[in-house]
């Protein structure tokens, strides 16, 4: 039963390669300020302001004026010199801990494909999200939590494992709740208890290996096995992680109470737990 | 995009897999050459989609098997090439409606107002989805925003798809009233017969008399039979 156990813990297999980093905690602040007001001072901006390049085709949806700079001032911070506006006082004084990317971009204007490019690499919303790629590569740590989990108000995050296997794929939960029962549907049972429950998983998975040795190897089959497995252990361990009563009331005062907030703190305890990835959505979908 | 659309639907994976992007920035076809002659033959049917289905279903490739062969996992794992069926997660539709008729407690009126899906018994068509939101049943099952332009539906398979199955009093329902069909047998082996019959519409294999018996000694009818509902085959199209 070892070898079986293991595979049917919806535990992705060992790493690919040794991981250097531990974990990701992803925060997409959907509907953000510009990048221009923030991290990415564009002196080209100031110097061509008001003008509308003739070489460049800036067709536009809407009429629009010319070239727009920022109204923020930049200053360069820490030893590395990373250049922060006014409007970040607080990030600029960790600097040094922060690698900023400014060569992204998307080859169209729309919010909904860019995101799709930020999370998926690509405008196509088949491809596997980035969590899936990390927990694919990385494995997991957890064994009662999934990999890589997806914290939104609402559902609107990105889950999809595309074409790698099903068990990489997010699991979402709802940050508008904060009781664990509330932000997860269906987390407790309400007829039986643990023993009685861990013998009916143990018959509906033997009559699922039974469907399996006759049907043939199969990804959904695989999948939906691990996900069973994974959902039995989750009432329990849910039940404790995602509770944030069980953090002390200074913690929860600095980080505030929003939704987005509660997502903050929550990625905070999954990662201290093991779980692998975890992206924190501002908003339920494109701003 | 007709051609991909409904090919998509009957294979589980459109011929371009952007089914409403052609365009630049959109996928490129599997299968361009079937594509051009199903969309040429299509219209010189005058757009018949009632054709089209039938030409698509009455292929040797739409009718093959869908269980895999060492040979074709070997060399094309994601079936790109076709050589077999794409076996499949039911949608949340027809896995609801199979498991109200399962029970026998599907009503089957049509017309009238929508219901919500975790109360109701009507078909899943009735689901009722508003603007400001829907069923967490539906969202679970990868029902998507429907103000929102969803060119397909990605179906997925989570854990919390399992809670559903393992915890909701919908299901639970849905196995208690099988449960009462069983009651009438009185031998065990008799009651895991009857309940196979109703859940997979076969008989029962000797280990799974076994196993079925031997989980009775210690367990409820209800429990068994959502034991029963919540297990692959319910869900898988192969």
């Known amino acids: 039963m070892l070898g079986l156990a293991e595979l049917l813990s919806g535990a992705p297999a060992a790493p690919h390669f040794a991981p250097k980093a531990k974990h990701v905690i992803l925060l997409f602040m959907t509907g953000g300020r510009s990048q221009v007001d923030l991290l990415d001072p564009k002196p080209a901006l100031a110097k061509y302001a008001g003008q509308r390049p003739s070489t460049v085709d800036l067709r536009t949806e809407r009429t629009t004026a010319g070239l727009l700079p920022t109204t923020f001032t930049f200053k360069k911070y820490g030893q590395s010199g990373i250049e922060f506006s006014e409007v970040l006082p607080q990030l600029a004084t960790v600097a040094d801990d922060l690698c900023v990317i400014r060569s992204m971009f998307t080859t169209n204007p729309n919010h909904e494909q860019a995101r799709s490019m930020f999370h998926q690499g690509s405008m196509q919303i088949s491809r596997p999200t980035m969590g899936s790629w990390i927990s694919y590569g990385l494995g997991t740590e957890n064994k009662e939590l999934p990999a890589f989990m997806v914290l939104s108000p609402g559902f609107g995050g990105f889950v999809t494992s595309g074409f790698l296997p099903a068990q990489y794929q997010g699991t979402q939960l709802n940050t508008i709740e904060t009781s664990p029962d509330k932000m997860i549907r269906f987390l407790r049972n309400s007829q039986l208890n643990t023993e009685a429950q861990r013998a009916q998983l143990d018959l509906t998975q033997a009559l699922n290996r039974e469907h399996r040795a006759n049907f043939g190897a199969d990804a959904f089959l695989e999948g939906r096995i691990a996900s069973m497995q994974s959902a039995f252990r989750m009432q329990f361990a849910a039940m404790d992680t995602l509770d944030l009563n069980k953090e002390p009331q200074k913690i929860r005062d600095e980080y505030g109470s929003t939704p987005y907030a509660n997502g903050c703190l929550l990625a905070r305890r999954l990662v201290e737990s093991g779980v692998r990835y975890v992206a924190v959505h501002y908003g339920p979908g494109q701003p | ?238």
């Open chain 2, 1 to 238: 995009m007709g051609s991909t659309s409904v090919w998509g639907w009957h294979f589980d994976k459109h011929i371009v897999s952007t089914p409403s992007d052609f365009g630049t920035q959109g996928a490129k076809p599997t299968h361009p050459e079937l594509l051009e002659d199903l969309a040429a033959r299509f219209i010189a049917h005058g757009w018949s989609l009632k054709w089209l289905h039938r030409e698509i279903m009455l292929s040797a490739t739409y009718r093959q098997s869908s269980k895999p062969r060492s040979e074709g996992v070997q060399s094309d794992q994601s079936n790109e090439l076709l050589w077999r069926m794409n076996p499949r997660r039911v949608d949340i539709e027809a896995y609801r409606d199979s498991i109200l008729k399962i029970s026998e407690n599907l009503d089957p009126k049509i017309y009238g107002v929508s219901e919500d899906v975790e109360t109701g018994k009507r078909r899943t068509v009735y689901a009722k989805l508003t603007r400001r939101g829907f069923s967490d049943v539906l969202r679970l099952y990868d029902v998507q925003q429907p103000l929102a332009h969803i060119p397909m539906r990605t179906q997925t398979i989570n854990p919390l798809q399992a809670l559903f199955v393992m915890n909701s009093a919908f299901i639970q329902d849905q196995a208690t009233a099988l449960a009462k069909d069983g009651r009438t047998e009185t031998a065990p082996a008799d009651k895991v017969r009857s309940l196979y019959r109703r859940v997979f519409s076969r008989e029962a294999s000797g280990k799974e008399l076994d196993l079925g018996m031997s989980y009775l000694s210690k367990a409820s009818l209800e429990q068994f039979a959502q034991a029963l509902l919540s297990t692959n085959e319910v869900i898988f199209w192969p």
